[in-house]
């Protein structure tokens, strides 16, 4: 998602001081699996897809400085009781990247779309009360969604309980009412100020995939703006899914999603993507009827996967940090912000402090003669949409560069943002303790080998003559996701300095993450970063 400029102002590091001379560690540990995502064959209805574990690899010692320019989510018989029984639980669970309730533990769906109100992603109900004051009804297990509007703490028993947003939809037929239906859904762009509901396209994503059971057939409708709703007369583009007593996991494309043709208006599901407001689960019917429904996960097309321990992942610390993908979103939320509004601001780092001379092309130039926020705003909006991630060809240029070290060029992203010191007038990042991030995923392309490095601010960089923990990964060309703790970040091997320090230390204060191409002088090639996110519950899969 393209967010608001207001969240995301261009900020123009000159030459950041994190000159950071540093090596790979010559015995790296495996760069761990994903924590959340591991791959299964299917059982029992439900499918996965598999992951890939990446090993971490050792190289050459090469020294690294930097100068920088910012690029600045039918009818069935009523059922006796309203009562849900407990899920029977297992060790695996199949989880989308938006929510998972056993791997996430609330209920808030973080679709990726929120219009910057924070509203997007909470469970409400609608029926057709609309006709008369009685009508059709949705009851939540152990309480009443009335009194917990945005409180996650209210769905904390049902989602223990259930391992899911458990319903029970009980239709209601009355004189001259033929279409009943009862939903619970969420907004996936949220609600304004004036509580309207805001419209969003969301058509890059391709699909859906849901996780559920229900006692009889229900359906997954999309509405869109109030206006279209009223000629639709609740023909809403549906997909159908089927009675299922386990869990079962649907894949949907938006062509997936047709009319019944009752209404006044004709809308395909590809195009009700690009003017969506709310994914509804719907029960539908003409006469008296009840069905248990419970929604256990939903995410983008393609990504519901197995989690093979999920209780373990759901023990995982929560961060702020929310997984940035290149091809959804623009401004990057690490949930750490110092109160500047700099963080998750993106700059390249070259190795000119160490007399090297490598270079970075970007697919689109930047607007060097126009160094406004409006200009760099746009220039970085169209680097992300081009390359869904930002991308770059890079250049590797030893010039007097040390013999024993290799030249290098990257990208970095801050992560709480800058300061000035009032008596330099010079701006300096500052520090955060995010341990709960647990480490980062990343998802990426790159024609040679890269490093994450962790970045500690000027100060503790210098201290620690740039000796900065660092971890491997391999150059891939085609899309390659990895996951990797704090505990496998390791400072240098050449380093011999008394100033030691763990990965797990420095992410204690931790200003920056960086990534860097290196290899051979007189080599190139191109590097795409087109995801990063805490590897703690982060989703980094593209």
Known sequence: MLCSQKFFKPYILAAIAVSATFVACGDSDTVAPPPSFESSSSNGGIFASSSSVIIAGSSSDFAVSSSSVALSSSQIAPSSSSAQPPIIKTKEA?????????????????????????????????????????????????????????????????????????????????????????????????????????????????????????????????????????????????????????????????????????GNMRISGEDAAKSLVSLMFTLKGSQDASNHFNIMSIGRYGTCRTVANVDSVAQLSKSPFRTWHGSRDFEIKTGYDNGSKTSGIW???????????????????????????????????????????????????????????????????????????????????????????????????????????????????????????IVSIPASKEVNTVYVKWSQFQQPSWYDGDKKITGAEAAKSLAAVHFLAHGQSGSAGKFNIMSIGPYNRGYCYP
């Open 94 to 262: 199949i989880c989308g990247d938006m929510w998972c309730a056993r791997r996430d533990r609330d209920s808030r769906v973080n679709t990726g779309f929120d219009a910057g109100f924070e509203t997007s992603g909470y469970w409400f109900d609608e029926s057709d009360t609309e006709y008369q004051t009685e009508g059709s009804t949705i009851t939540w297990e152990g309480f009443d969604n009335r009194d917990c509007t945005f409180a996650d703490d209210c769905f904390a028993d049902m989602i223990e309980q259930c391992g899911g947003i458990c319903v029970t939809q009980t239709l209601v037929k009355r004189d001259q009412v033929n279409n009943l239906y009862a939903s619970i859904g969420f907004n996936v762009a949220g609600v304004d100020e004036q509580n309207k509901r805001i419209v969003t396209d969301i058509s890059e994503l391709e699909g859906l995939c849901v996780v559920y059971t229900s006692d009889t057939e229900v359906y997954l409708e999309m509405h869109i703006d109030d206006v279209s709703n009223k000629y639709l007369a609740l023909d809403f583009p549906r997909a159908t899914l089927p009675q299922a007593s386990t869990p079962v996991m649907k894949d949907f494309t938006w062509k997936d999603f047709k009319q019944d043709g009752t």
């Open 347 to 469: 700059f390249s780092i070259f190795d000119d402090q160490q007399n090297g001379a490598s270079s970075i092309t970007w697919p689109i130039d930047p607007p060097y003669d126009n160094f406004s926020e409006d200009s760099f705003d746009s220039w970085r909006m169209e680097l992300i949409e081009e390359c869904k991630g930002i991308c770059a060809e890079y250049y590797l240029n030893k010039f007097q560069f040390p013999d024993e070290k290799e030249p290098f060029v990257g990208i970095g992203i801050i992560i709480a943002g800058e300061e000035i010191n009032p008596e330099s007038n010079i701006s300096y990042l500052t520090t955060i303790d995010a341990t709960n991030m647990g480490g980062v995923c990343v998802s990426y392309t790159s024609d040679n080998d890269m490093y994450i490095q962790m970045g500690l601010g000027d100060k503790k960089d210098e201290e620690l003559n740039y000796a900065l923990p």
